[in-house]
């Protein structure tokens, strides 16, 4: 199930609403839908190039709980994905004990549901 070697931490295969803006000057927000999200960070497709070093805030909206979960990141990598589509990682910043419980626990949740529905 889980590749210890590969990740620090698993991630589930879930398709949450993100709200990212980006910290290099811009102060552009985007809109998009992560690809997986895991408790070290998150992988999401953008239909534009951020590049690696840039630091940005997250919002991640889950459906249960309602309240959006916010934190900061740094993308660690950015490739393309089709000929309109890049994969961006990134990589969260260490967060306080309840957020990191906090997102311990979604991620677990998310990853018996993912498991239940291959069933």
């Known amino acids: 199930m889980f590749d210890s070697n590969r990740r620090k931490y698993p991630r589930a295969n879930y398709p949450c609403q993100l709200t990212m803006w980006l910290a290099d000057g811009a102060n552009e927000t985007i809109l998009a839908n992560t690809s997986n999200i895991g408790v070290g960070g998150l992988a999401v497709h953008l239909s534009q190039w951020v590049d690696p070093g840039t630091k940005v805030d997250l919002q991640i909206n889950f459906i249960n709980p309602s309240t959006p979960f916010k934190c900061k990141g740094v993308v660690l990598r950015s490739c ?40």
């Open 80 to 119: 393309r994905d089709g000929d309109k589509f890049y994969n961006i990682g990134i990589q969260f910043d260490p967060m306080d004990e309840v957020k990191v419980a906090f997102l311990e626990g979604k991620v677990s949740e998310l990853i018996k549901l993912e498991q239940k529905g291959k069933d």
